[in-house]
């Protein structure tokens, strides 16, 4: 059975006294549930602190280096997070890709990196409005799936968590149906079905992200290949967190 997973990326908002007082309050009005995984993925200079105020949140890395360590100046290595309890990471978000050219192939060193110091990764996947438009969304989706798995065997692919977000409906407002969404997660769990076999798909969580709200979060986690969502905007106020999750 697949455990629900929900994890708010905070991006490049909040300083430390800011995500300190978000911790307390959600650590003290989240009511844990034993098929919940709850979280939120932090900047860099955020995850001491907020993994020091969390015991029953979950706390992600957005971004890692695939090198345990080297002349990488501005990124944030494996054993850093190790080193203060981060057992999560994003990896290939579409800002990541877009704006800092996060390839499929670095993607894939930072799946296997990850997997290997046995962390979990958040893999993202989705496509633009272009796409979308055009109908060819699934092909897309194969394709960065096929080269970000390349490699991982599928003892470790069940450890990956695919985290389908739409790049026309991240901060846009725009939400992608639940029948969408639902589409869209099936024809993931075919492509890692298609990649190792059904067994393996089975077992790997999907989350959707893409203005998810509370009002909205309920429908999308009915469809029965979507486990989780990766949130936006809605993690940023405590009340908005906690009401996610349902």
Request: hydrophobic share 40%; with cysteine.
């Amino acid at each position: 059975m697949r455990k629900q997973v929900i994890i708010g990326n905070w991006k490049m908002f909040k300083t430390n006294s800011e995500a300190k007082k978000f911790m307390k309050l959600a650590e003290k009005g989240f009511k844990t549930k034993p098929d919940l995984i709850a979280g939120v993925a932090v900047s860099a200079t955020l995850l001491d602190t907020v993994k020091t105020n969390s015991k029953k949140l979950v706390v992600s890395a957005q971004n890692v280096h695939f090198e345990q360590s080297g002349a990488y100046t501005g990124e944030i290595s494996i054993p850093m997070l190790k080193d203060i309890n981060i057992n999560y990471s994003l990896v290939g978000h579409s800002e990541r890709r877009e704006y800092f050219n996060d390839t499929d192939e670095v993607i894939n060193k930072k799946v296997k990196a990850l997997l290997a110091a046995n962390m979990t990764p958040v893999l993202c996947c989705g496509e633009s409005l272009e796409t979308f438009e055009k109908g060819k969304t699934i092909e897309f989706v194969k394709a960065q799936l096929v080269a970000d798995f390349a490699g991982v065997s599928k003892e470790d692919a069940v450890k990956v968590i695919v985290a389908y977000e739409p790049i026309w409906a991240i901060g846009t407002g725009k939400v992608a149906t639940p029948e969408i969404a639902q589409n869209v997660c099936k024809g993931v769990r075919d492509i890692i079905a298609d990649l190792y076999d059904q067994a393996t798909a089975d077992q790997v969580v999907i989350q959707y992200g893409g203005s998810v709200k509370p009002d909205n979060v309920k429908q999308i986690l009915s469809q029965p290949d979507i486990d989780g969502a990766l949130v936006g905007g809605a993690s940023l106020e405590v009340d908005s967190f906690l009401a996610l999750l349902v």
